[in-house]
């Protein structure tokens, strides 16, 4: 679900001696839900704050420019083949300051919320995907030029990597803090995703995101044995269209008739 809102109002700065200055303001909000927490895909990408990530001011050409996270948020759709309000980049983090490491996560619906494993398989995908397409055809017919030339540049933009048309470096995609061994823990290790109900701002003066607050702990246990945690069905246990059920300290999932 989106709204938006747009407000004029005129601002007073003493400091900077401003009087009466008329500003524009337009806010965006997407409903984000559990579910889309949860299924969501995430990317490291390294050489780029947060704020370099959404920022949509160019101080070198002093012009507005289009933001990574808007390029990131097409180039997603156009991969899909999802319209681009089905995309949802929900959360922005920096992770180290120097150098910048940023940690980005998105979802994307329709009915249902495609699962995490598409979405990071889909980047993967294209993350450096080379863009080898043969023209030779173009000049061996010059009755329908047009028409073939027009199909090379759709398939020529198509194939464009991700890192390119956006203009970043990804280092992971599935950010996964367990991945280099003995790093967080000397054996077993799992991550653990907490979602805090403490929203992450960053401010690009022009612009700013409001995120949801997404962390990957790791945890010196075997997943697959560690019952110290409380299960819910929130985490969509069940597979296969199976029906989720909380009882008895327990859950289980219920077979769909289909």
């Known amino acids: 679900m989106l709204f938006r809102y747009h407000l004029r109002f005129r601002v007073y700065d003493r400091k900077h001696t401003q009087t009466d200055v008329p500003a524009n303001v337009t806010i965006t909000v997407r ?19 947060d704020e370099d990530f959404i920022r949509i001011w160019d101080y070198r050409t002093q012009d507005v420019v289009r933001s990574k996270i808007d390029k990131l948020r097409d180039k997603l759709s156009q991969l899909l083949g999802t319209d681009v309000e089905n995309i949802d980049i929900f959360s922005v983090q920096l992770r180290q300051q120097r150098p910048p490491i940023t940690d980005v996560r998105f979802s994307a619906h329709g009915s249902p919320y495609y699962k995490p494993i598409k979405l990071n398989g889909i980047v993967l995908q294209h993350r450096e995907e080379v863009t080898h397409l043969d023209i030779s055809h173009i000049f061996r017919s010059s009755s329908n030029f047009g ?12 194939n464009l990597q991700i890192e390119a048309e956006v203009g970043i470096n990804i280092t992971m995609v599935g950010i996964n803090e367990c991945l280099v061994e003995n790093l967080a823990c000397e054996g077993s290790c799992t991550n653990v995703m907490e979602v805090s109900t403490l929203p992450y701002l960053v401010n690009a003066n022009k612009t700013a995101l409001v995120g949801v ?9 075997c997943g697959s044995r560690n019952f110290s945690r409380d299960e819910s069905c929130r985490s969509n246990p069940c597979h296969n269209g199976g029906r989720c059920i909380e009882g008895n300290g327990r859950l289980c999932a219920t077979c769909s008739k289909t």
């Open 31 to 49: 409903e984000v839900t559990h579910e889309a927490i949860l299924n969501s895909g995430s990317i490291r990408i390294a050489g780029i704050t």
């Open 147 to 158: 028409t073939i030339f027009h199909s090379f540049l759709d398939k020529f933009w198509n």
């Open 213 to 221: 607050r997404v962390d990957i702990q790791p945890e010196c246990t």
